[in-house]
């Protein structure tokens, strides 16, 4: 089923996941055995990023250096296809515009169709290491609001999902340009909004209120991760703009060396606010796990 006929469908909220590929010499069981156990809980879909290939420079025999593409991960379209064929749950591979040519996408998205996988997250990606700004492959798309065109050329097959800012896209240069761009995507065809992390419904609540003045209507699912360690209050801000509050921050410092108290600290602050997000009647609640899944389950007890 797809993604925006679940939004509209369900009368009561429902959790969502996100999930990394694993690194090459996982195998299928082993990545399957790690979902297992969150398919108690039912969730409807399970979102599978998709990371930029990388380059490595090997020093040859005559002492010249010559440039490797390396990829670390299986791909995104095979573990959709491991889940789906395991569990009753629709999988949503990330296609990015990074990385790859206009034509390289729409081949994807050919064989996307051809496997009858009808639901894509279209991001723009992440810049590659030692670029300062994003860099679009020659032939490729520079806006995620271009890559969403696209795959609407494919008629009303896809559920395309596209993700949203709270806190503002660190390249945006004010709130209201980023919300601009983000009706941008919408506007081009995109079917729900599905939010970075945040840790203050505060956040999202006025995000959602600024998207629907702006004329955006589409459903805004908020996406939500449990801090587990003290390096993070440092860490995430850096590596995804956003704000961690000083309440949260002050708790997780408390917790120092002691990760059992740090992971329960963290995970009590996301149960606080997903029942609240519950509470305010939201469609769906999406939990990145970046590849832990004890915290998720605790969570997922408590709210659902």
Known sequence: MK??????????????????????????????????????????????????DEYEYR?????????HLVKNRVSEVAVCGAIMSAFDVEA?????????????IESRLHDLRFLGMANVMALRGDSIVGEKRFTPERGGYRYASELVEAMRGFGDFFSIGVGGYPEKHFEA???????????????????????QMFFDNRVYYDFVARCRAAGIGVPIVPGLKPLSTPRQIHLLPEAFS????????????????????????GTEWCIMQCRDLLAHGV??????????????IDILTACF
């Open 173 to 195: 240069p004010n709130p209201e340009t980023d919300i601009a761009n983000l009706k941008k995507k919408v506007d081009a065809g995109a079917d729900y909004v599905v939010t």
């Open 242 to 265: 956003l704000d961690i509050p000083v309440e949260l921050t002050e708790a997780m410092r408390r917790a120092g060396d002691d990760r059992e108290a740090a992971y329960r600290t």
């Open 3 to 52: 993604i925006s006929e679940l939004l509209a469908r369900e009368h009561r909220p429902f959790p969502s996941l996100e999930i990394v590929p694993p690194l090459k010499g996982l195998t299928k069981q082993e990545l399957l055995d790690t979902i297992r156990p969150l398919m108690e809980f039912s969730p409807p879909y399970i979102n599978v990023t998709c990371h930029r």
């Open 59 to 67: 020093e040859e025999a005559d002492g010249s250096y010559s440039r």
């Open 92 to 104: 949503v591979p990330h296609i990015i515009c990074g990385g790859a040519t206009a034509e390289a």
């Open 283 to 296: 469609p769906a609640v999406h939990f990145y796990t970046m590849g832990r899944t004890r915290n998720i």
